[in-house]
């Protein structure tokens, strides 16, 4: 049976897709505009957007 057919016959089906989650480790100072980097600009908008895609962001700072 195939698996969307189970679901519906389980009563088991959901609307909601499963939470994707990522952990990003980044310099201590990432944020700090006083040492500005193409990179630490990427990290922040990568942490910024995700969320709105259905991601779950965990930071590190290191």
Not at 18 to 26: F, K, L
Request: aromatic fraction near 4%.
């Amino acid at each position: 049976m195939g698996e969307l057919r189970a679901d519906a016959v389980n009563g088991a089906a959901t609307t909601t897709p499963p939470a994707r989650s990522v952990h990003v480790v980044m310099p201590g100072d990432v944020a700090d505009p006083s040492a500005p980097s193409g990179g630490n600009v990427y990290d922040l908008r990568v942490c910024r957007d995700l969320p709105r895609l259905g991601w779950q962001v965990h930071p590190h700072a290191v």
